[in-house]
């Protein structure tokens, strides 16, 4: 029964379970009704190295596979498919297309064996009134010997390919208070990045729990964009980019614990991910 769903950021349930994947099966949109991943693949354990083709169907309360998603500016559209290493070590971040059957499909490469959590993040054109997106999980095995890795401690310069994302120092974050971070990136000869859009952002932030793996997702947004505020039951938090160079993230997260943040971002065609650690109390 590992193919059900998990709805979250559905304001009708408990705000906790918002981003609680750990809590299994469960029901969603009223009694016994929930989303649920459908013929999901690959159903056995994968090699790490080649590429993989990841697939389903997202089936509807009613039976029927949801084939209508949101649209327009933003990064709150379609799906999108986010799959970490359960240590953490690792993401994997696409908005793969969905065919009119509804079927949508994504060719991966995982880099080392593990276990990897699978998250498809689903913003349906025409969801249960309150509901703008949810989240449905599973898991993909890649087989081989996986070396689990300590999640680092927090570093406020991470480098990545040359690019130097510096976190400022900040008061301490809570759990489902929203609050902004302040990441700074210069490229490998120490200017201010320029951001280009990629996916509806011109930064994606995205949080999983260590041990858990609970999930949450911001976006970083020009001044004035549109459809990129995260809601998390009554609260809601908007990162913007106003000067080059500078990102204000933000952070809103289910609970307290010890999350890594991957900090996603498109600079002079490369795409760069930059994880941090961070406590939320
Ligand atoms: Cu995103």
Same mark, same amino acid.
């Given at each position: 029964m590992t193919r059900l769903a998990l709805a979250l950021v559905l304001p009708a349930v408990v705000v906790v379970a918002g981003c609680g994947s750990s809590a299994g099966p469960s029901v969603t949109v009223g009694a016994a009704r929930t989303y649920q991943l459908q013929n999901f693949e690959p159903a056995r354990a994968v090699r790490a190295g080649k590429p993989t083709v990841v697939s389903f169907t997202i089936r509807q309360p009613d039976g029927t596979p949801l084939t209508q998603y949101k649209r327009g500016p933003g990064p709150h559209t379609g799906i999108h498919l986010i799959i970490v290493r359960?240590?953490?070590?690792?993401?994997?971040?696409?908005?793969? &297309?969905?065919?009119?059957?509804?079927?949508?499909?994504q060719r991966v490469v995982f880099p080392a064996p593990g276990r990897y959590r699978v998250v498809v993040d689903a913003y349906p054109a025409h969801g249960p009134a309150g509901l703008r997106n949810f989240q449905l999980v599973d898991w993909i095995r890649v087989a081989g010997k996986a070396r689990s890795q300590p999640l680092p401690p927090y570093q406020p310069d991470v480098i990545v390919d040359g690019y130097r994302f510096t976190m400022h120092p900040?008061?301490?974050?809570?759990?489902?208070? &929203?609050?902004?971070?302040?990441?700074?990136?210069?490229?490998?000869? !120490?200017? &201010?990045?320029?951001?280009?859009?990629?996916?509806?952002?011109?930064?994606?932030?995205?949080?999983?729990?260590?041990?858990?793996?609970?999930?949450?997702?911001?976006?970083?947004?020009?001044?004035?964009?549109? !459809?990129?505020?995260?809601?998390? !039951?009554?609260?809601?938090?908007?990162?913007?980019?106003?000067?080059?160079?500078?990102?204000?993230?933000?952070?809103?997260?289910?609970?307290?614990?010890?999350?890594?943040?991957?900090?996603?971002?498109?600079?002079? !065609?490369?795409?760069?991910?930059? &994880?941090?650690?961070?406590?939320?109390?």
């Amino acid at each position: 029964m590992t193919r059900l769903a998990l709805a979250l950021v559905l304001p009708a349930v408990v705000v906790v379970a918002g981003c609680g994947s750990s809590a299994g099966p469960s029901v969603t949109v009223g009694a016994a009704r929930t989303y649920q991943l459908q013929n999901f693949e690959p159903a056995r354990a994968v090699r790490a190295g080649k590429p993989t083709v990841v697939s389903f169907t997202i089936r509807q309360p009613d039976g029927t596979p949801l084939t209508q998603y949101k649209r327009g500016p933003g990064p709150h559209t379609g799906i999108h498919l986010i799959i970490v290493r359960s240590d953490l070590s690792t993401i994997i971040h696409r908005h793969p &297309p969905v065919q009119a059957s509804g079927r949508t499909s994504q060719r991966v490469v995982f880099p080392a064996p593990g276990r990897y959590r699978v998250v498809v993040d689903a913003y349906p054109a025409h969801g249960p009134a309150g509901l703008r997106n949810f989240q449905l999980v599973d898991w993909i095995r890649v087989a081989g010997k996986a070396r689990s890795q300590p999640l680092p401690p927090y570093q406020p310069d991470v480098i990545v390919d040359g690019y130097r994302f510096t976190m400022h120092p900040h008061p301490a974050l809570h759990a489902i208070d &929203p609050a902004f971070l302040t990441v700074t990136v210069r490229d490998p000869s !120490g200017r &201010p990045a320029t951001f280009s859009p990629w996916y509806g952002a011109l930064a994606h932030a995205i949080f999983f729990r260590q041990g858990s793996l609970d999930y949450f997702h911001t976006h970083i947004c020009s001044p004035g964009a549109t !459809g990129c505020t995260s809601l998390l !039951g009554g609260s809601k938090v908007t990162g913007t980019s106003t000067t080059p160079g500078k990102l204000s993230v933000g952070v809103l997260v289910p609970i307290a614990g010890t999350w890594r943040l991957f900090l996603q971002t498109q600079v002079n !065609g490369h795409i760069l991910t930059a &994880p941090f650690t961070v406590q939320v109390r």
